[in-house]
């Protein structure tokens, strides 16, 4: 009965709506194939008068985004304006923290896509019940080239790695969710070009390399992640305006039906790393209206830069926007041949916390040197 309520209201709110899914176990809700490029649709609690789809539990808000894709509810999952979302924080740093070695190579963190999968699973759970709603892979760093070349693997082994980082936060979430009842979404991480050179120069931009070379890296990566499901690509750590224009007009070309979001590398308040106005990447996407764009932000900057740039972001995207804001600041360490901590200008937790949710942004979270202990005080402050 409550699924041809679902179904009812649905059909009046989204053309061509193809199929839908409600599994109570977990209390989350697939639907696909909305052919509107946004649609959101309330979901009311049960005996609500006339209005929602009379399932129980606490208010939703459900985004539709492109055409033959998935959105999932997660249980409580809300409009972002009554209940900001929390990501993540460090994954190198809690996996450091608790003895992995990833010093070797320049795949970071993935190198234990190989050499230690389970200590990631179990990363991922700590984060989750700290009250993190978004997961990001361990594949940041990863690029088919580089895995070949490291991992002394061909291409589809290579390949099955990648695919591996997905697939063990999804598993992560699974777990969590059948023992708390509580879901949460898998982002497959996927740091700048220069992330994957290894040398800095996500931190810089100007690469001196084509944008039909880095056009090229993204579309494998993002083809290779896509073939595990996951709820959105994260797109990070993006220090390069050319860069950016790339990354939209692919995705917009070729995945026009995956969300994802961008997250800036910037050097100030307006200008990305690579000296580039932000201005112009805003006024960039307003003009190019990316279909599944879910979020633009800024990560791993010092926490007292995200709100000015949160700010800036929102006033350049405008007030009729759907694209939400995001940010997850590093701890505040400064890099020095190693992260150390400069009295007076790293925060501690509680203060880092307070930074974070006073930045205005939709979507919060942490980046390099934050652990469970920062998202943990984040999530409290959130809700």
Known sequence: KEIEKCSWSLEKKAENLRSYKVDEEVQWITFQGASTVQLLAEVEMEGTSGRGLGLPGAPYLLLLLGDSMTSRLPHPLRNTLQRRLCLDGGLSTTLENLGADLSHGSLWSARLLRDNPDLIVRVHQSFLEAGADVIGSATYQCSLEKMMEEFGVEKPQAEQYI????????????????????????????GSYGAVLADGSEYRGNYGVSCAQIERIHTERVRCVLLESPDLVAFETIPDSDEVRTILRLMEANFSDTPFWVSLQCQSESKLADGSNLDTISAYIKELAPTSMVALGVNCVHPELVRPVIERIRSGLG??????????????????????????????????????????????????RTTTSHIRLLRELLY
Not at 163 to 190: H, I, M, N, T
Not at 333 to 349: I, Q
Request: charged fraction near 25%; glycine fraction near 10%.
């Open 163 to 190: 695919r591996l980082g997905v697939r063990l936060a999804k598993q992560a979430v699974s777990e969590y969710r059948r023992k708390s009842g509580r879901d949460a979404f898998v982002a497959a991480a996927l």
């Open 319 to 368: 007030s009729n926007t759907q694209i939400l804001t995001m940010c997850y600041p590093n701890s505040g360490e400064v890099w020095e041949e190693g992260w150390k901590h400069v009295e007076g200008k790293t925060p501690s937790p509680e203060e880092w916390s307070n930074i974070v949710v006073r930045s205005g942004a939709d979507i919060v979270g942490g980046c390099c």
